[in-house]
């Protein structure tokens, strides 16, 4: 069964305390992994595309890196505005055409 | 600025109610999808539509229909509401890209919180 697994749940850092979330997938036909930030009573916002492994992304202090199990959206010297819940969505090809699937997120909180 | 517009934001009914929940978009994107999401869980597909008269379940079942008789516009609708239907509905459109593989940016509304008694 296709599954998209990211860990942790929930991460507390320090401002400037470098961490890393991970997005783990089982997946056959993978089409696209996607990264999105969601704020407390907003949609999801778009950060980063993947589509093969070894392919990296960087956009400010987060960087997103692709293998073939897995992808990692490490976060470099965080900030409180960095504070929000990060979703991973893979891109299927399923019954639903190529929607996307996404995992439960990871609740980020970054503390002055 | 959003492109993507959802009304309403939050939304407090009674059981048994007829609601509709109003999605639409200025970028012209054919693709439209309705994602449900309650806390803590993740995103699950209701409905979606590949253009105007096209619409199609997703793989959450849901007692909910949506219409598209034009391109920007994807309303959801319950015709009987029950407090099991309580949730954070987000809809979104696809831009259609350049990605030959089909996998194209998702760009989310900012949702409605539906709460029924």
């Known amino acids: 069964e296709d599954q998209v697994t990211q860990s942790p749940e929930a991460l507390r850092l320090q401002e400037g305390e470098s961490s890393s979330l991970n997005c783990s997938y089982t997946v056959s036909g993978l089409r696209g992994l996607f990264w999105y930030r969601q704020d407390p009573g907003k949609g999801p916002e778009f950060l980063f595309t993947?589509?093969?492994a070894g392919e990296e992304k960087e956009k400010e202090r987060l960087k997103a890196t692709l293998t073939k199990k897995e992808s990692f959206l490490h976060i470099t010297a965080p900030k409180p505005e960095d504070s929000a819940t990060y979703l991973c969505a893979v891109h299927l090809n399923s019954n639903s055409g190529y929607a996307l699937n996404f995992g439960k997120g990871t609740s980020l909180l970054v503390t002055p | 600025e959003a492109d993507i517009y959802q009304t309403p934001r939050y939304l407090v009914i009674g059981t048994g109610k007829k609601i509709t929940l109003e999605c639409s978009q200025t970028m012209g994107h054919d693709k439209m999808y309705w994602y449900q999401q309650d806390p803590g869980m993740e995103l699950h597909l209701i409905h979606y539509s590949y253009g105007v008269n096209s619409t199609e379940k997703g793989d959450l079942s849901s007692e909910s229909t949506v219409s598209r008789i034009r391109t920007e516009h994807f309303p959801l609708t319950l015709e009987s509401a029950r407090p099991s239907h309580t949730s954070q509905y987000l809809c979104a459109s696809e831009d259609r890209g350049t990605q030959s593989s089909g996998a194209n940016v998702l760009t989310f509304g900012a949702g409605s919180r539906l709460t029924v008694l």
């Open positions: 993947l589509y093969s």
